[in-house]
């Protein structure tokens, strides 16, 4: 058997998409350590520092899907290349920031950019790479994506504490302005089956969340029973009965209903969803807490969070390689119910006299739990489909994610705010943390619905999805 020699060429594509990766994943997280420190600077209520985190994710989910759509048709390179582009030009407007507005502003523009960057980046990696040599590729561009969601908090800490701020943001800029004329001189392009790109579907979702989540942020501020908040969730509602309705008869819907007709990909990403809504929740105050109550700098504080993030790099290799023997169910399950009792210890143990000891413990039950539990629900949702819809069930599973994280901040901020918010961050981050058991929990009963072993074939006819066993 000869040896399988990887190309220059392909070498390039593996650097450059893996650095435009990193961009778009480290400003997920980026901000956690952060957060504390903006918002004595720009005198950002717990409702504002939402919007800055949710704003990025927001836009980032809702247009994941569209800009995979354009990519395939206008051209990944040039869209990969425009998406980091935006994505530059919205960092130096975050650093240039002087009001929560305008900072919000800018995380959204953020947010359209690495919509462009993400689902392009795994397009052209499938591209330039044979498929004897495509798990590889991706192995390395998942491993170094993996990293930057994880150095998120330190590299935020550092970055605050050594310099400011503003600087979490500035950092993005010299990257990208080096990285653009080499995605345009060293990678090929490349280009898929050419998709309608659904605009009233985009627009649809787009609204329908944003009507469903901004309810539930502003439902503490206006009050649950007001007209806005009401109305707001009454229109999210609907918009979202229009969005399934328009998806069941698009000709080419950006997501295809019938996919869901297929239990594990449905109990896969409805897991993934609820993993993601209490990991972004409890990332959202965890690094305040350090710092409010345990007197921590941003530093510390994003240091203090590895007990948790490290147990990606140990659990996760192995439990990726178990999946294949004994299948998803029992990893989806276990990695969410262990990050249940994590965040609940956490919610037990968090009080003004607590040392950071006391924290260690269940910091590692909750990231073992989802570091078990992450590449099997993926490996569940993306394996339930035939090859051929891999490209779409991925953007389905990735907007499921970032819309997971959104509505996870926006509950845990709720119910932080209901139980005094910073005026008694004790009570409300417990209660806060508390809500994060409960989602991790959830997720874990939906993981029961996939099937212990995958013993069917999936075909596409005619946008619908039929089992055949």
């Known amino acids: 058997m000869s040896k399988q020699v990887t190309t220059v060429e392909q070498r390039w594509v593996l650097a450059l998409t893996s650095i435009g990766s990193v961009m778009v994943a480290l400003d997920v997280l980026v901000v956690a350590a952060a ?18 985190v949710n704003a990025y994710s927001l836009s980032f989910a ?42 919000i ?27 004897e040599r495509r798990g590889w590729a991706t192995g390395i561009f998942s491993g170094v994506t993996g990293l930057a969601v994880l150095g998120g908090p330190v590299v935020g800490g550092v970055v605050t504490e050594g310099l400011a701020w503003q600087w979490i943001f500035w950092i993005n800029v010299p990257v990208g302005v080096l990285t653009i004329p080499l995605v345009l001189r060293w990678i090929p392009e490349s280009r898929g089956v050419a998709r309608r790109v659904d605009l009233a579907g985009a627009t649809l979702i ?28 009454v229109v999210g509602a609907l918009l979202l009965l229009g969005f399934l309705a328009w998806e069941g008869r698009a000709r080419e819907p950006m997501v295809p209903l019938g996919f869901f007709r297929v239990p594990a990909f449905s109990a896969a990403n409805t897991a993934s969803f609820f993993l993601t809504a209490a990991l972004l929740g409890a990332v959202f105050f965890l690094a305040q807490f350090m710092q409010v109550v345990l007197g921590s700098g941003p530093l510390k504080a994003g240091l203090q969070l590895l007990p948790w993030t490290a147990t990606l790099f140990l659990v996760a290799p192995i439990a990726g390689r178990l999946v294949d023997r004994f299948g998803e169910r029992p990893f989806v399950v276990t990695g969410l ?12 143990v968090a009080g003004p006299g607590m040392q950071y000891y006391e924290f260690v413990a269940p910091l590692i039950v909750a990231g073992c739990g989802v570091s078990m539990a992450m590449p099997a629900a993926q490996s569940a949702a993306i394996g339930s489909l035939p090859r051929e819809s891999v490209g779409i069930a991925s953007g389905i599973y990735g907007m499921g994610r970032q819309v997971g994280g959104v509505a996870g901040v926006a509950i845990a901020a709720a119910v932080f705010a209901a139980a005094g918010g910073y005026q008694s961050f004790d009570g409300g981050f417990t209660r806060a943390m508390a809500v994060c058991g409960v989602l991790s929990l959830a997720g874990g009963l939906a993981g029961l619905g996939i099937s212990a072993r995958r013993s069917t074939d999936v075909v596409v006819v005619t946008g619908q999805v039929e089992e055949r066993v």
């Not at 759509?69 to 990944?76: E, L, V």
């Open 105 to 131: 502003a800018a995380r959204t523009v953020q947010g359209i950019g690495a919509a462009a960057v993400m689902p392009l980046a795994m397009g052209l990696l499938g591209a330039a790479f044979p498929p």
């Open 62 to 103: 809702m247009l994941l899907m569209t800009a995979a759509a354009i990519g395939d048709r206008w051209g990944r390179r040039r869209t990969f290349a425009a998406g980091l582009a935006l994505f530059t030009v919205a960092s130096i407007g975050c650093a240039l920031a002087t009001s929560v507005p305008w900072l």
């Open 337 to 348: 119910t262990l990050q249940a009792v994590g965040m609940s210890w956490i919610a037990l």
């Open 35 to 52: 957060l504390t420190t903006i918002r004595r600077d720009l005198g950002a209520s717990i409702e504002q520092l939402e919007w800055t």
């Open 206 to 233: 787009t609204l329908a969340v944003l009507g469903l989540v901004w309810g539930v942020v502003r439902g503490e501020v206006a009050g649950w029973a007001s007209l806005e908040v009401i109305g707001s969730m």
